[in-house]
């Protein structure tokens, strides 16, 4: 079953994720924030609160597994 983090991340649109060579830039449910996120972390609340990783996260997985997430976010696109 899936956590309510995955069913939200799974609502994040793909094609809205941005990569600035660094990280990458997803966009908050209301569209009025982007949120950093790396490999490790990410720069809304929830994430910050908790340490867990948050739909943000998640959502950037779906799009780059996490093998290739640790290297370079350009690789394979």
């Known amino acids: 079953m899936e956590s309510a983090r995955q ?3 799974n609502e994040i649109p793909l ?3 941005k990569c600035d060579g660094q990280s990458y830039l997803v ?4 569209g009025q924030r982007k949120y950093r ?14 340490g867990n990783s948050c739909k943000h996260m998640l959502a950037v997985e779906r799009l780059c597994p996490p ?10 696109f």
């Open 37 to 50: 996120v790396t490999a490790i972390s990410c720069t809304c609340k929830d994430h910050e609160r908790t």
């Open 15 to 17: 094609e809205s994720i």
């Open 7 to 9: 069913v939200k991340a």
């Open 27 to 30: 966009p908050s449910s209301d």
């Open 67 to 76: 093998a290739k997430f640790q290297g370079d976010p350009f690789e394979g």
